[in-house]
Nanobody, 114 residues
Framework: VQFVESGGGLVQPGGSLRLSCAASGFTFGFYRMSWYRQAPGKERELVASILRDDNSTYYADSVKGRFTISRDNAKNTVYLQMNSLKPDDTAVYYC????????WGQGTQVTVSL
């Protein structure tokens, strides 16, 4: 199982970024996929999830209305569209999913700052 996150960077408050995560090593379309983030000095937290079948989604209250999770099962890829970014969104973002717990990629750094 492998996850490769990309799309992070430095953005000003109010800006947007689109993160991508390419997954491999399992039948992607069978599993819920999620995005997590970890800010310096804080625990990793769940940001958003998308189910495998009907694409039902979940969002943390802190990102609801600003972030959108989506998936392309043909490309084994999950996305996170992030709009109206705030400095509090600064963190390393990770995707996760599949049949094994505790498998993480290298993450992608998102920094929201002037």
């Amino acid at each position: 199982v492998q996850f490769v996150e990309s799309g992070g960077g430095l953005v000003q408050p109010g800006g947007s970024l689109r993160l991508s995560c390419a997954a491999s090593g399992f039948t992607f379309g069978f599993y819920r996929m999620s995005w997590y983030r970890q800010a310096p000095g804080k625990e990793r937290e769940l940001v958003a999830s998308i189910l495998r079948d009907d694409n039902s989604t979940y969002y943390a209250d802190s990102v609801k209305g600003r972030f959108t999770i989506s998936r392309d099962n043909a490309k084994n890829t999950v996305y996170l569209q992030m709009n109206s970014l705030k400095p509090d969104d600064t963190a390393v973002y990770y995707c996760a999913g599949g049949p094994y717990v505790g498998v993480w990629g290298q993450g992608t750094q998102v920094t929201v700052s002037l």
